[in-house]
Every structure is written in C-alpha cells, then in structure tokens.
C-alpha cells in the first residue's frame, strides 16, 4: 500500500507564488513516476508536470516557465513551484505516484488533493 499526501496549497493573491509537496510513503515498491494533476470546478482533470526516475519534468506546455517541477528522490517526494499565479491557476491539485511492486504489477495511487485558490 502507498500512502500519498500534498501539503502546500491555500489563497494566494494573482501574481504571487505557492509551492505544493508531495510525499510518498509505504513499503515493497519503486516509483515509477511522480507528477501533478490539477481540476478546476466544472473542468476535466489536466496534467500539470510529471517526471520519472533519472528523467525531466515534462509540463503542460501552457504553464512552461512558470511552474517549476522538482524531486528528491531519497524521500519520494516531489514539488511543485507555481509562481506568477494567475485566477484561472485555481483548482484543486492532485499528487499521482506510479508504482511497481514485485507480484503485484503496476499501480497508480492518488493523494486526496490541495486546494490553491488565486484571487484577482
């Protein structure tokens, strides 16, 4: 079992910055992929950036130069740096962890979300 949580979000004013963490716990498993989700109301869920071991972030192309994706691999954690907020940025974030694990194949796991709200 892989126990997912985000930390970070909150109300941040258009043109101000956040950063989102993500961590990753639990046993018998290797990451094979970290990355950022985010779904604002009344929209589908969209990729925000994802990476996976030794590679680089790869980013939704309409926030290149923005949001800053990085990782420390020794804590299976993930951030995500989001400066220049603007109001359409508002969603809810969602942390995906991709896993393999010996017997049991590949898994996908999903923390429960942070909300960033970025008022005009």
């Known amino acids: 079992q892989v126990h997912v949580v985000e930390s970070g979000g909150g109300l941040v004013q258009a043109g101000g910055s956040l950063r989102l963490s993500c961590a990753a716990s639990?046993?018998?498993?290797?990451?094979?992929?970290m990355g950022w989700y985010r779904q604002a109301p009344g929209k589908q869920r969209e990729l925000v950036a994802s990476?996976?071991?030794?590679?680089?972030?790869n980013y939704a192309d309409a926030l290149k130069g923005r949001f800053t994706m990085s990782r420390d691999s020794a804590k299976n954690t993930v951030y995500l740096q989001m400066n220049s907020l603007k109001p359409e940025d508002t969603a809810v974030y969602y942390c995906y962890v991709g896993v393999w694990a010996y017997g049991a194949g590949s898994s996908d796991y999903w923390g429960p979300g942070t909300q960033v709200t970025v008022s005009s």
């Open positions: 639990g046993t018998g498993f290797s990451i094979t992929a």
């Open positions: 990476i996976t071991p030794g590679g680089r972030p």
